[in-house]
Each structure stands twice: as structure tokens, then as C-alpha cells.
């Protein structure tokens, strides 16, 4: 089994470079946007950047479990029995990682919009 973790880091070193962009923009908003534009558009800049944040969780378990793999190979682990069914068995690992992970957003998102989390007023306790 072949893991390809390329695609992946050139998605998440576009999605660093876009939230670098995005707080770039934010924080120099008076500046560029119209302060009535922000105001329009902040919860929908708020789900944007919630589902670049969840994608980028995603691409990091293939990465991650790839690099974890690479490392026990390389200390001399690739012999043990674990070590050689985590690679067999890698794309299904991540697999099952992204299922888990979207059970937990199916859960989560109903929730952040029952208690405004995309929404744009902001309240202080």
C-alpha cells in the first residue's frame, strides 16, 4: 500500500497561505473593505473559515499517519507487526478517521448554530 501525501501537503500549504490572507484581511479591514461590508458579510467569512479549518484537520491524518510510518521504518520499527499492519492497512485507517471525524461534525454543527456560533453579534459573559 502506496500512501501519497503530496496532494495533501500542497492542500494544506495552500490553506495555510489562505488563512495567512484571511487574518491579513481581517486585520487590516478599515483599511480596504468598507466597514458595512464586514458587518454584511462576517458570518458568512465565519463559515468559510470554519470549513477551511475542518478541511485542513482532514488532510492532516493522512499526513500525520504517513510521517508516523516513515519514522518507525527509519528507527528500524518496520519489522514489528503493528508497525507493518498501520502500512497495510493506512488508507483505511484514514478512512476511518475522516468517518469518525464527520460524526462528530454531524453532532457538532447543529449545535454551534443553535447557539450562534456563525452568527455575527458576538456577546460577552
Avoid at 488563512?19 to 454584511?40: C, E, G, Q
Wanted: charged fraction near 10%; aromatic fraction near 16%.
Amino acid at each position: 500500500m502506496h500512501l501519497n501525501i503530496k496532494p495533501y501537503l500542497v492542500m494544506i500549504t495552500l490553506l495555510v497561505f489562505c488563512f495567512s490572507l484571511i487574518a491579513f484581511l481581517r486585520n487590516t479591514r478599515y483599511d480596504y473593505v468598507p466597514a458595512h461590508w464586514m458587518a454584511k458579510n462576517e458570518a458568512a467569512m465565519r463559515v468559510v473559515v470554519f470549513c477551511a479549518f475542518i478541511l485542513f484537520g482532514m488532510l492532516a491524518v493522512p499526513v500525520a499517519i504517513k510521517t508516523f510510518l516513515a519514522i518507525q521504518v527509519k528507527i528500524g520499527n518496520g519489522d514489528h507487526r503493528l508497525v507493518q499492519t498501520l502500512s497495510t492497512y493506512a488508507k483505511e485507517i484514514v478512512y476511518g478517521v475522516w468517518i469518525f471525524y464527520m460524526i462528530g461534525i454531524c453532532i457538532a454543527v447543529p449545535l454551534m448554530i443553535k447557539y450562534d456560533f456563525f452568527s455575527t453579534a458576538t456577546t460577552s459573559q
